[in-house]
């Protein structure tokens, strides 16, 4: 069981509904993703890997398909049971951080653990990855007094302190400058690396994709090789 | 908002009692078909002084004549010598008793804000006074003139808008009212006790129905701004309430912490009105302290918290249920 894939998705399907059109975001997708990955998903815009992202962050349900996360089947998940499956199962990185502009950056981190019910205190690990991060020196300050790498390092730590079963991030570097883009991948690759975290990076960026172990190429809402 | 117009009500007609008091008379006629604020002119005859002072039990009777000015202002006129003599007769600040048919008295309130000294010059009435006196207030009224000055002014020559009354002895008071508005059947006769006791809020029907309008008028206002407040808070908001979802927060969790955050706001901002009233409290006082006064009105307190929890919890709980029924990606890309 343990070798059973982390991510397990089958004939995926999303459609949207405009009025009387109906547009298909994804058509039939497969993919399978090892626990300890690092998958980039790389793709041009419109070609459905944003929401591919969202459904498998719990964020929005499948059309029809498969979709297993930690051997959880989110096809037939209720409003109440994806939120819980987002608390315990995922950590999100976003590209535009989405911080909470009136909390300070560890309480932006705690944040999560209070949401989960688990105690807001940092373990000795974690304050190790703080450290690794390099925030530990940053974590009283509002968003606003943070510049956007230090903010997407904050939202990395924020979606990893309750350890997720995967970490989703989607276009982290789109509103970094180019140094501040690779310290942000070398951070995802040293988590995947020395912590053994999944990690599955959404982007259309290929140098960003040259990060990861593998890359996934998708287009009109398609896995293509 | 809801504080001071109350507190404007109570604390005008506490005035309006604290002087009637002062008079030093123990019954209040009024002329037939007055009501207990109305401000008439003068339609009673001063020959009724005669008759009433001749009742058995009556020590002195003593008729005024009252003319509205502008906003809550009246002029008074009296016969100073009489008013002397059942009240004890105002004590003057500066000046004195009336001189000639120019002179007028007025109250240290009203002084203060008209910033009137004694000798200086006063346009009433179409006409110009010198000040001849500031009393001490608490007496009968803010402006006083001489009782003929004003009838002939009004072209209203011995007629009369309040008698008092003083009876010989407090024993005697249910005695003479009996007396009195068997007597008299058509005119409002009161002792001083039941006419101070009558200026509340809820014995004055015309005033009660007053501020239930104003008020109304400001629970309304007031409702319709927290609200919206609220609902462009929350609907700014949106994107943080997108975050709050992403990372696993449930829609009761979401929901309780607005509901919190806004109880807070609401009990700081009744707190904030409350400090808001002794404020305009203290402008009235130094402002314009012979027109508005102010009381603090402890009863209404809970009634205005109560107004604002329940309007900003309406306000937000109907955006905020909105909001957080809203798809996270939608919240999310909220700009």
Known sequence: MNDAPIIEVHDL??????????????????????????????????????????????????????????????????NAERTRFRKETVGFVFQKYNLLPTLTAEDNIHLVQYVAGRPTKFTKEFAQVLDSLGVSSRLKHKPRALYGGQQQRIAIARAIVDSPAILLADEPTGNLDSQNAIAVLDLLKDLNERLGQTVLLITHNPDAAS??????????????? | MILTLVGVSY??????????????????????????????????????????????????????????????????????????KMSGGFHFTSGGPFQSDQDILVDEYYARENNLHLGDRLELLGREWRVAGVFESGKLARICVRLTVLQNLMANPRRLSLIYV??????????????????????????????????SINSVGLLRNFIGVVIGIAVVVGFIVVFMAMYTAVLERTREIGILKAVGASTGFILQLLVRETLLLSVLGTICGILLTYAAQWVMRYAAPSSLAQETVYSWWPIAGGIAIAGSLLGVIVPAVRAIRQDAIEALSYE
């Open chain 1, 211 to 225: 990060y990861s172990s593998r890359k996934i190429y998708m287009r009109d809402g398609q896995v293509v090789d």
């Open chain 2, 11 to 84: 604390g005008t007609l506490d005035g309006t009692a604290r002087r009637a008091r002062g008079v030093g008379a123990d019954i209040m006629i009024r002329p037939p078909g007055s009501s207990v604020l109305s401000l008439t002119t003068a339609p009673m005859t001063d020959k009724l002084i005669d008759f009433i002072a001749s009742q058995p039990h009556v020590s002195m009777a003593t008729g005024t004549a009252i003319q509205p000015l502008k906003g809550f202002d009246s002029v008074t006129g009296l016969d100073l010598d009489q008013f002397s």
């Open chain 1, 13 to 78: 399907w999303k459609t949207f509904r405009a009025g009387d059109v109906s547009v298909h975001a994804l058509r039939g997708v497969n993919l399978s993703v090892e626990k300890g990955e690092f998958v980039a998903v790389v793709g041009p815009s419109g070609s459905g890997k944003s929401t591919l992202f969202h459904i498998l962050g719990g964020l929005t349900s499948p059309t029809s398909g498969l979709v297993s996360i930690n051997g959880q089947n989110l096809a037939n998940l209720t």
């Open chain 2, 166 to 199: 003083k009876v010989d002895s407090p024993a005697h008071l249910q005695v003479v009212l009996s007396n009195l508005r068997n007597r008299m059947p058509n005119y409002p006769i009161y002792s001083m006790e039941e006419y101070t006791s009558l200026l």
